[in-house]
Nanobody, 123 residues
Framework: QVQLVESGGGSVQAGGSLRLSCAAS????????MAWFRQAPGKEREGLTL????????HYHDSVKGRFTISLDNAKNTLYLQMNSLKPEDTAMYFC????????????????WGQGTQVTVSS
């Protein structure tokens, strides 16, 4: 069973960039759908982007399309989220997640979660 640990959050001004990392242990990402979610105060958790197990297909929520990029370093077994042109509305707790089996697009069925990393964007 995979364990996930996020890092890389912090505070940044609008227009800035951050790169989040999600290191996996206990298993490799090779058989998992991988995704990044976020949850802002008072809002529901939302799926932002996902990566198929073969690493070839991705999906982005409209709110981050063109600004955020998901990637995977197989050698380091680490998932990344590069976030550019950050906006105050991107402020949230960010989570990486994985699921083994089934459709990667079923956001509600991701069953392995990291502890989250806080991103704060000031105007």
């Amino acid at each position: 069973q995979v364990q996930l640990v996020e890092s890389g959050g912090g505070s940044v001004q609008a227009g800035g960039s951050l790169r989040l990392s999600c290191a996996a242990s206990g298993d490799t990402y090779s058989s998992y759908c991988m995704a990044w979610f976020r949850q802002a105060p008072g809002k529901e958790r939302e799926g932002l982007t996902l990566l198929h197990p073969d690493g070839g297909a991705t999906h982005y929520h409209d709110s981050v399309k063109g600004r955020f990029t998901i990637s995977l370093d197989n050698a380091k077994n680490t998932l990344y989220l590069q976030m550019n042109s950050l906006k105050p509305e991107d402020t949230a707790m960010y989570f990486c997640a994985a699921r083994d089996g089934g459709s990667c697009y079923r956001w509600s069925q991701y069953n392995h979660w990291g502890q989250g990393t806080q991103v704060t964007v000031s105007s």
